[in-house]
């Protein structure tokens, strides 16, 4: 091993997790299937953890600019196994990181076991196509699932923005260009104003974090681009409430009849736990028509549950059906299904309509 922390990061892969936690104070803890597990090993002190993670930073101004700042962003890789996505951080009790597996090889739709209608993603053009979830729910993988199938078809141009760069795609049918915060770009705002001017087909913004990227990934969209990018909510409707509530009221109406012309799709995904042990992803599936256009201008996107749901002869899927669909074919326990549910209420009467209880 070349640095002290690959040993618990080889522990990590060799045992299915997904992620190492290390917090000054505690021993070093693995996220095993959606729990959080302690490593046998001795509480950390500030040298242990400089001692970890200084050589994983491998740059003094790095560091500095953590020791500074309270926290950084890196991607780090252990060779011949695999790479990660890495967060420093300050808290309360002095410092802490967390390691994300990035799996090395790249997976397809087929083997992350999405619906036939998610391929429909990999055609859409001219317009904004979001992938939303919660943190750690794999809209990363998805999207590099979407990109791989592009780029191994079509012959394009594909710019990614990402923050750091996670899954490494070579150049097959398309050029792929990665750009990452920090070390190619400074924010991903000017970054995505920079890639428009690149000749780009298909634009991956690996975050609408703040208003001026949503506003130049709106404009870019807008102009013919097709623009992917992720969000962390759990619903199509919470995704478009999200872009839409970064506005000053006074911009509101002018976006809305913007994210009506340009939104494509949405596809909101959650991990929930699996019988038998792992996760399973639950996927919510929408895709633009004129009534979701309608919706989204007249402000009505507490209705768009119910144009996912009118859509299903066009692949579209609620949340709430997908769930009841893993609970009805012995995937995943009702509880769980529950508790990631959108209507809580109207799902708990689904599952009571075939003789299933859950705690509220």
């Not at 970064?246 to 991990?271: D, H, I, K, N």
Request: charged fraction near 25%; charge should be negative; include cysteine.
């Amino acid at each position: 091993m070349q640095n002290k922390i690959d040993r618990f990061l080889k522990l990590m892969n060799d045992r299915g997790g997904s992620d190492l936690h290390l917090s000054v104070g505690r021993p070093p803890l693995l996220r095993l299937h959606g729990d959080i597990e302690p490593v046998r090993y001795g509480t950390l002190s500030d040298v242990d953890f400089a001692e970890m993670v200084k050589p994983v930073v491998n740059d003094d101004a790095l560091w500095a600019r953590f020791m500074d700042g309270g926290d950084l962003d890196l991607a780090y890789e252990v060779p011949g196994m695999a790479r990660f996505r890495v967060n420093l951080f300050k808290q309360f009790r002095g410092m802490g990181a967390v390691f994300r597996l990035i799996p090395t090889r790249l997976m397809t739709l087929e083997q992350l076991g999405m619906p036939k209608s998610v391929e429909r993603f990999c055609y859409l053009r001219q317009g904004l196509l979001l992938v939303t979830g919660p943190t750690g729910s794999g809209k990363s993988t998805t999207l590099s699932a979407i990109l791989n199938r592009i780029n191994e078809e079509q012959t394009l141009h594909i710019i990614t923005i990402e923050d750091p760069i996670e899954f490494v795609h070579p150049n097959k049918k398309s050029i792929v260009s990665q750009r990452e915060i920090g070390t190619h770009a400074t924010q991903f705002s000017e970054a995505l104003k920079a890639a428009v001017r690149e000749d780009p087909d298909i634009i991956l913004v690996g975050e609408l974090r703040d208003l001026e990227t949503i506003r130049t990934a709106i404009n870019a969209a807008e102009s013919g681009l097709t623009v992917f990018a992720t969000l962390h909510t759990n619903s199509a409707a919470k995704a478009v409430d999200r872009i839409l509530n970064v506005f000053p009221e006074e911009e509101q109406e002018s976006v809305r009849g913007a994210m009506a012309e340009c939104l494509r799709g949405v596809l909101a995904q959650q991990l929930v736990k699996k019988k038998g042990g792992g996760r399973i992803a639950a996927l919510e599936v929408l895709f633009a028509t004129s009534s979701l256009g309608t919706l989204i201008r007249e402000g009505k996107t507490s209705q768009i549950q119910s144009s996912i749901a009118m859509g299903k002869n066009l692949g579209m899927i609620t949340m709430d059906d997908s769930l009841f669909n893993l609970v009805s074919e012995d995937l995943v326990e009702p509880q769980g299904a529950y508790e990631k549910a959108i209507d809580k209420g109207s799902f708990r009467d689904r599952l009571a309509s075939i003789n299933l209880q859950v705690d509220a």
